[in-house]
């Protein structure tokens, strides 16, 4: 079993694993693979931030190689696939077909397993819940040999809802059935609107929510304004008729290299803010968007995470009640604005009354912040205590697929399932997460 150097998203680590590529995703094969690298955890394309799908010392079991699609009922829109097969195949083929997953992160460059391991959720998680609510049924290959189909209801509805949020901990997804969402076309109507503080963008985001726009979300400059928190807050909606237009093609950009120093400093986070504020508030009103750079407008930057530098990058994502939401986000920004240190990818919206479907899942009413912040070491580190005691105590909780250093005692707290999901776990599978969070 060969011996690669792995890294996550954010790049903090490039420790040694044992990779091992699963080259068939049901049968004795399979299970002979996932008994000889035990202990282990599955690995898809690499764009979880943190350490959710790392294991140093121990085994990847790589599926990348596990992406058929295996069925597709175009009358009911119910694709089985692979676990596999990334996000942007499936978008791709069920386009054409008239067909849109109805949730999706923030880039389509992930696997549908990891995106059940982790529960994704998107711009549409008001309208429509996470992934897991469009998850119609999975197939999980434990390392005891054990292959259970399970759905969100049956017999093996318990299963299902620990996989889904379960971060890979309950076995190894192999496939998939997803349903899909009906549409006439893949462009949206997009509004865009500036605001020039927190309570400003409460009020556009409720004015949204009472006219039905499924998808939002609103970049904010996190750096300190005396006017107070400005932001672009985006909506859309997929248009109910064909467009007859072509899509613009996008141009592709790849980070070449990755500089000898992190090109987010103060200076360039400063001009990037001051340049998309105005160029977008220049912008703002109604247009229409192709569903790729409205949905996922940093996919056409090829590694972009070597922008930060060779000492990587945190993401820092919380959910918050909506009861002392806002003043909890205020008070994280400022303590951000306060430590001098900021992001240019700072995203926020609210989420809706759907829970999860998994045990361990992220989603919960409130508000969620998400923001990239350069690896400077112990400074960054200091901020994010700081940031971590404001989200406690508003009672939230950190979004576990994007996470690499949260506090043991702080997730107990806030993941009140987690005993209910601890005899679920496979014992054949570890992560650097779960070892840090769960002691094994």
């Known amino acids: 079993m060969p011996k690669m150097p792995v890294e996550s998203w954010g790049r903090l680590t490039r420790d040694a694993h044992d990779w091992q590529a699963l080259t068939q995703a049901d049968g004795p094969a399979l299970l002979a693979q996932l008994q000889a690298g035990r202990p282990g955890i599955a690995y898809g394309a690499g764009r979880s931030y943190g350490d959710v799908a790392l294991n140093p010392g121990g085994t990847l079991w790589a599926t990348r190689g596990l992406d058929r699609f295996i069925r597709f009922d175009e009358n009911e829109g119910v694709l089985t696939c692979e676990a596999g097969a990334l996000l942007r195949d499936v978008q791709r083929l069920a386009i054409r077909r008239g067909w849109m997953l109805p949730v999706s992160p923030g880039t389509q460059m992930v696997t549908v397993g990891g995106a059940i391991a982790n529960d994704v959720h998107g711009k549409s998680h008001h309208s429509a819940g996470s992934f897991g609510q469009h998850v119609r049924g999975l197939r999980l290959a434990r390392t005891d040999g054990q292959v259970i189909d399970a759905a969100p209801q049956g017999g093996q509805a318990d299963w299902f809802a620990a996989t889904v949020g379960g971060l890979g901990l309950t076995g190894v997804i192999t496939q998939a059935q997803l349903q899909l969402e009906r549409i006439q076309s893949p462009w949206f109507e997009v509004d865009v609107q500036p605001f020039g503080s927190l309570a400003e963008f409460l009020v556009i985001n409720a004015e949204t929510g009472q006219q039905g726009w499924a998808h939002t979300v609103s970049w904010i400059d996190c750096l300190r304004h005396r006017s107070g928190t400005r932001g672009i807050f985006m909506r859309g909606n997929l248009v109910k008729e064909a467009v007859r237009r072509p899509a613009a093609r996008q141009r592709r950009w790849r980070m070449p290299l990755t500089p000898p120093f992190s090109l987010i400093n103060p200076l360039s986070l400063r001009l990037f803010n001051l340049a998309y504020y105005h160029a977008h508030r220049l912008k703002a009103g109604r247009g229409l968007a192709y569903y790729e750079p409205f949905l996922y407008p940093l996919d056409h930057i090829q590694d972009w995470n070597r922008f930060y530098g060779p000492r990587g990058f945190y993401q820092y994502q919380c959910v918050v009640p909506h009861a002392g939401g806002a003043e909890a986000v205020q008070a994280m920004l400022d303590a951000i604005g306060a430590s001098g ?100």
Request: proline share 7%; no cysteine; charged share 20%.
């Open 341 to 440: 240190q900021g992001s240019f990818l700072a995203v926020l919206k609210t989420m809706g009354d759907t829970p999860s479907a998994g045990m361990l899942g992220f989603a919960m009413p409130g508000i969620t912040l998400a923001l990239d912040f350069p690896n400077r070491g112990a400074s960054t580190l200091a901020l994010f205590e700081r940031l971590d005691a404001i989200v406690h105590e508003a009672g939230g909780r950190i979004y576990l697929a994007k996470d690499a250093r949260w506090p043991r005692k702080y997730f107990e707290a806030a993941y009140p399932r987690l005993q209910e999901f601890l005899p679920y776990r496979d014992p054949g599978i570890s992560s650097s997460l779960s070892r840090r969070l769960m002691g094994a």
